[in-house]
T-cell receptor
Framework: GAGVSQTPSNKVTEKGKYVELRCDPI?????LYWYRQSLGQGPEFLIY????????DSGLPNDRFFAVRPEGSVSTLKIQRTERGDSAVYLC?????????????FGPGTRLTVL | SQQGEEDPQALSIQEGENATMNCSYK?????LQWYRQNSGRGLVHLIL?????REKHSGRLRVTLDTSKKSSSLLITASRAADTASYFC??????????????FGKGITLSVRP
């Protein structure tokens, strides 16, 4: 079956612009996560959705970052007034059900470059 | 900040040899997972070990967990060139909603020479 998909695969924008990154999780997966991976580092948690609600947004770096999942499936990560430091690969993952023992299935990521 | 720390940072071995990678963490966990990331590709889940487990096997992979030392090791036996990748350990603990965000280390770069 289809895995997690993310669009676009690459996004180049100018400092100060607004960007939206999209994630399509595996069908039926109720949990959805966003991570950010900088060069040479491991992924860092941003936000987690269980269904439509954000259950944990403790990883969002500041109020320029916002994410939604209005129908409990597709999610959009929104970044306002982008800064060069926002450049990274943004990864989305989904997981099938509640509980602490589920592996997370990752998408290929969106590489964001802020000039 | 990232909780896990992997050791070594880079490892180069000959095809057929075993590769051992270590991970240490700082706070109590619910489970620990290992992921692989190939150049230009996404993260792939390899194996999960729960906090009440000490050892787990999956094919050529063997994972151990020592909660008293807050450490884990990943052993890949009979390595292949295709095992060349970055390997990450990720720790999970219960958060809001009884699910687990993952806290990753910086990763280990494994090179397997043909």
């Amino acid at each position: 079956g289809a895995g997690v998909s993310q669009t676009p695969s690459n996004k180049v924008t100018e400092k100060g612009k607004y960007v939206e990154l999209r994630c399509d999780p595996i069908s039926g997966h109720t949990a959805l996560y966003w991570y950010r991976q900088s060069l040479g580092q491991g992924p860092e948690f941003l936000i987690y959705f269980q269904g439509t609600g954000a259950a944990d947004d403790s990883g969002l770096p500041n109020d320029r970052f916002f994410a939604v999942r209005p129908e409990g499936s597709v999610s959009t990560l929104k970044i306002q007034r982008t800064e060069r430091g926002d450049s990274a690969v943004y990864l989305c993952a989904s997981s099938p059900q509640r509980g602490a023992y589920n592996e997370q299935f990752f998408g290929p990521g969106t590489r964001l470059t802020v000039l | 900040s990232q909780q896990g720390e992997e050791d070594p940072q880079a490892l180069s071995i000959q095809e057929g040899e075993n590769a051992t990678m270590n991970c240490s963490y700082k706070t109590s966990i619910n489970n620990l997972q290992w992921y692989r990331q190939n150049s230009g590709r996404g993260l792939v889940h390899l194996i999960l070990i729960r906090s009440n487990e000490r050892e787990k096997h999956s094919g050529r992979l063997r994972v151990t967990l020592d909660t008293s030392k807050k450490s884990s090791s990943l052993l890949i036996t009979a390595s292949r060139a295709a095992d060349t990748a970055s390997y990450f350990c990720a720790t999970a603990y219960l958060t809001t909603g009884a699910n687990s965000k993952l806290t990753f280390g910086k990763g280990i770069t494994l090179s397997v020479r043909p």
